[in-house]
């Protein structure tokens, strides 16, 4: 969370599986950020924040945020809003995978240690 003036500008919420012999994963469901706070970098400066704070906390073996077919081809605002989140995610050091998402779209997937 980015509490500023009193005033919550995002939130990342997400939960981590109980773990296999490769280790537990942390999958993110959101990360919103309020309207007015939009194309600011907030959150940009959420997500770093959120991985930073989960690699050195070492809480899961990899961080995991599933996107659904279809996400963003809801014509040219759609196309840019997917790059854009898309952006932050690599930004943050994810690497994108196809399938794996909801019926079978993409899977950012960041390895913490």
Same mark, same amino acid.
């Given at each position: &969370? ?15 599986? #109980? ?12 990360? $919103? +950020?309020?309207?007015? %706070? #939009?194309?600011?970098? +907030? ?6 924040? !959120? +991985? ?6 070492? +809480? ?6 599933? &996107?659904?077919?279809? !996400?963003?081809?809801?014509?040219? %605002?759609?196309?840019? #809003?997917? %790059? &854009?989140?898309?952006? $932050?995610?690599?930004?943050?050091? !994810? ?8 019926? %079978? ?7 913490? !240690?």
């Amino acid at each position: &969370m980015a509490p500023h003036q009193e005033i919550l500008l995002g939130f990342i919420i997400g939960e981590t599986d #109980e773990g296999s012999s490769e280790g537990a994963t942390l999958q993110i469901y959101g990360l $919103w +950020v309020l309207l007015e %706070e #939009e194309e600011k970098g +907030v959150g940009q400066v959420l997500l770093r924040g !959120f +991985v930073d704070r989960m690699r050195d906390g070492r +809480v899961a073996k990899r961080i995991v945020k599933s &996107m659904q077919a279809g !996400f963003g081809d809801n014509g040219e %605002e759609g196309g840019k #809003e997917r %790059e &854009m989140v898309l952006g $932050w995610f690599r930004d943050a050091g !994810f690497s994108v995978r196809e399938g794996g998402g909801g019926q %079978e779209g993409l899977r950012l997937v960041l390895d913490c !240690f």
